[in-house]
């Protein structure tokens, strides 16, 4: 096979130039993908964070009522608890659902006793006599949660 000498530096450029050209996108799909991907994940992130936090805050607010009324209400409060955890079931793993769906029983219990006073509420807390906190069990098993997904991105 004979080939022109005075073709070889044109082909070898256009080879050349093609090569480089393939590289470089290849490198910007590559570099569109994984932003698309991490911004994806971040979206996911805020979503689950913000459905935790109004839960922990909603079922604070609650547990405290739980403690020193003596009357259940199912108010507007309450309501968004049970639309939060079922919000929860379309994205949260199992373990997360099981985790508020206990916190939530947990209240439930504690509103079926008998209120205790402020002042007597604050020193069993203080003196560890009172049962824990459901809410700390639940606070990790999301944080877990997203430490999961963050780790997924990379």
Known sequence: MHIDPTLLGPVSALLGALIGGGASLVAAIYTQRRQDRLQRVASEVAKRETVYADFVMGASNWLLRAFVRNEITLDGDEQRLVGLINRMR??????????????????????????????????????????PDPL???????????????RAAV
């Not at 700390?136 to 963050?150: E, G, M, P, Q, T």
């Open 90 to 131: 379309l994205f949260a793993p199992p373990n997360v659902v099981a985790g508020a769906e206990l916190v939530l029983r947990t209240i439930v219990e504690i509103s079926l006793k008998p209120s205790i006073e402020l002042r007597q509420l604050a020193k069993e807390a203080l003196s560890k006599s009172l049962d």
């Open 136 to 150: 700390v069990a639940f606070s990790s098993i999301c944080r877990a949660d997203l430490d999961n997904v963050r």
